[in-house]
């Protein structure tokens, strides 16, 4: 069911990194943080694709939690926050998921109360092409009280209403990204999404999309030699 915006696409904020600077001011500008350390940027545009099966899911969840519950994530340190998951292809086996997640990382008492604080999950499909249901996504997570540091958009394809290999529609997309960041300033925006069928090519779709983010992760898996005898 398409979110309805509480007000006008129009009337959202425009960018605040987009203001006219001196030079004085670029220089006092703080220097990039990490939301997790050597990965992810803080307030960034964060991509993470792959092929089919690749487990993307798995590792943006395993992430997802790991910034919820303030825990280091495959030994890097995290900023603890709010964490909005838009599972955009469905709940289906994500409670299963998440259960095996907290039995896995042996959670305490306060990392548990931590996660169920700050982690949140959206479970229909969001059209980032479209500045009303994006308005309208942004509202809701307002209405929450919510001020996440984290972002996870699974998966561009759900949230996309379009021509994947068009410019001009990957730009509405990317718009929709940026009008998240804008209205929670310095939340990272983490999308999945396929990788496309020349593997050498990375990530699936117009080169807009490449050229708009800041961290691009590549999964892969290595098959195994087997051997009978």
Known sequence: MPLKAKKPAEELQPRERGALLTFQELMELPPLSFLVEETLVQGSFALMYGAPKAGKTF??????????????????ETQR??????????????????????????????ERKRLT???????????????????GL???IRDEQLDPVLIVVDTLARCFVG?????????????????LRDAFPGATVLVIHHQGKDEEKG???????????????????HKRDSQIG
């Not at 590792?59 to 890097?76: E, F, I, K, N, P």
């Open 59 to 76: 590792l943006a969840l395993d992430m997802a939690l790991s910034v919820a519950a303030g825990r280091t994530w495959q030994g890097r």
């Open 81 to 110: 926050g709010h964490v909005l998951y838009v599972s955009a292809e469905g709940t289906g086996g994500l409670p299963q998921r998440v259960t095996a997640w907290i039995e896995s990382a042996r959670l305490d008492d306060l």
């Open 117 to 135: 604080q700050n982690f949140r999950v959206w479970r229909n499909p969001v059209n980032l092409c479209s500045q009303d249901e994006t308005a």
């Open 138 to 140: 942004i509202g809701a």
């Open 163 to 179: 021509n994947e290999n068009s410019a001009e529609d990957m730009g509405k997309f990317i718009a929709g990204v940026d009008s």
């Open 203 to 221: 990530a699936r779709g117009s080169t807009a999309l490449r050229g708009a983010i800041d961290t691009g992760i590549r999964l892969h898996t």
